[in-house]
């Protein structure tokens, strides 16, 4: 089946995991995978225990034309969760059930297809299927809301009569529905073309002498990863870096400087040409005084002070000089983080601020996770849960872009922002 009006095969090449979970509309997924094959599609599919209760593996093997997945501990499947994920272009999992639901929503990880969501670094499609009860039940739809914020795609059910032999909200999305839902995942967003954003990354250096500096633990991966993603939705992104270990994302322009000063006035050549800041960089607040020339022995420095100077908040300035571009921000707390993140957006005059607490469990400085809460000058604000960064930087991404329609909205009215802030 091709969906109408697609020119050829949609899917060509897109490698894609099935997951099945234990519904009675399991049968529905076998329409489906011959849909993603006609489409061309390779696909691999994953079952939990309860799916084969209502369709047998064998069905989807003999039609994929690939093993079918259903045991983490089986020994030729030995990394299956790490190797199907990671080669996955997508996870659709269709039924999806509450359970499935949950423990994707919870990270719960006690068989192959769940052990997998939690490997995957893909787009994720959920298309649940349950009783009508169970649907609008506070715990199932926290769990949706949970992963809708968090980026996974889960479909809306449709109304109709239920295995229960009621009438009510609760069957598996129609096969059309489904199929879109993996083409838009899968084609490259592009909804960034036409900007130039200017990004900066990393910590800087502050020296003390030719070979010590002050610094702190960023490693710059949070806005790499978001120049990354900028790229790949179309703008064109100069990244001004401190110094850092990543490699430079392809596409992007990048312009490596070392101190703060350096920084400011990197940026600040840039601002004019850019239509959207966002300082990921943590920057230094502090520097010596005086830089010496030469390496300080030690023995000339026993029970010496080292002066400090405030170097010039960045962000606050080019926030000061900017004309319409968006300014967005970050704030690394380790306390009472949404009030001084409130402040920080305040007081530098930005349009969103991007709050995360450099101390929590498996994110922070280094990692390659992160949770974030991002509150815009409209006072709204979201909380993003644990994530790789590259998701994260994707979720700042959409929401700055809410923004910029609203920016565009008001600046054919009252035109708060040019010339202005
Ligand atoms: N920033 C900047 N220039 C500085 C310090 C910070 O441009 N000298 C930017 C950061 O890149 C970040 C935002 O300001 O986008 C907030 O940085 P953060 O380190 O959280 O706060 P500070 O402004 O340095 O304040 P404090 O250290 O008191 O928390």
Redesign the pocket.
């Known amino acids: 089946m091709k969906t109408s009006g697609s020119i050829g095969p949609t899917l060509s090449g897109k490698r894609i995991v099935l997951g099945v979970t234990g519904s009675i509309a399991a049968y529905k997924a076998v329409a489906l995978l011959r849909t993603l094959l006609s489409e061309g599609a390779n696909v691999h599919v994953v079952m939990t225990q309860s799916a084969m209760k209502f369709v047998a593996p064998l069905t989807f093997e003999v039609l994929s034309d690939h093993p079918v997945s259903t045991d983490l501990f089986e020994a030729h499947q030995e990394m299956k969760h790490l190797s199907l994920s990671e080669q996955a272009d997508a996870i659709v999992i269709a039924p999806a059930t509450a359970n499935c639901l949950a423990k994707s929503a919870l990270g719960l990880g006690d068989d192959l297809l769940s052990t997998m969501l939690l490997t995957a670094r893909c787009p994720l499609i959920l298309a649940p299927a349950m009783d009508g009860g169970m649907w609008t039940h506070p715990t199932v739809r926290e769990h949706v809301a949970t992963l809708r914020a968090r980026g996974t795609i889960v479909l809306d059910t449709e109304e109709g009569p239920l295995a229960s032999g009621r009438i009510g909200q609760g069957r598996l999305a129609e096969e059309s529905a489904i199929l879109e839902a993996i083409q838009t995942a899968l084609a490259p967003q592009r909804d960034w073309q036409g900007h130039r954003i200017l990004v900066?990354a990393g910590p800087?250096h502050e020296p003390i002498d030719p070979v010590r500096f002050i610094s702190n633990r960023s490693s710059g991966k949070m806005g790499y990863a978001i120049a990354e993603a900028a790229q790949a939705r179309g703008a064109q992104v100069v990244l001004v870096s401190g110094p850092t270990a990543l490699p430079t994302p392809s596409g992007v322009e990048i312009i490596p400087v070392a101190t703060?000063e350096e920084?400011?006035k990197a940026l600040s050549t840039r601002l004019a040409w850019s239509t959207v800041v966002i300082?990921?960089?943590?920057?230094?607040?502090f520097r010596p005084t005086q830089r010496a020339s030469i390496k300080i022995k030690k023995r000339e420095r026993i029970g010496h002070t080292l002066n400090l100077e405030?170097?010039?908040?960045?962000?606050?300035?080019?926030s000061a000089q900017r004309t319409t571009q968006l300014m967005?921000?970050?704030?690394?707390?380790t306390n009472d983080m949404i009030a001084?993140?409130k402040d920080?957006l305040t007081?530098?005059g930005?349009d969103l601020?991007?709050a995360n607490d450099v101390t929590i469990e498996g994110g922070g400085f280094g990692s390659d996770q992160n949770a974030a809460t991002l509150i815009d000058r409209q006072g709204s604000i979201t909380e993003l849960p644990l994530m790789p960064k590259r998701t994260l930087a994707d979720a700042i991404l959409s929401h700055a872009q809410g923004l910029l329609h609203s920016n565009k909205r008001s600046i054919q009215g009252a035109n708060p922002l040019a010339g202005g802030r």
């Open positions: 900066s800087t703060a920084m400011m300082m990921a960089a943590a920057v230094a607040d405030r170097t010039s908040d960045i962000l606050a300035a080019l967005v921000g970050f704030a690394a707390e001084h993140a920080k007081a530098k930005l601020i991007v």
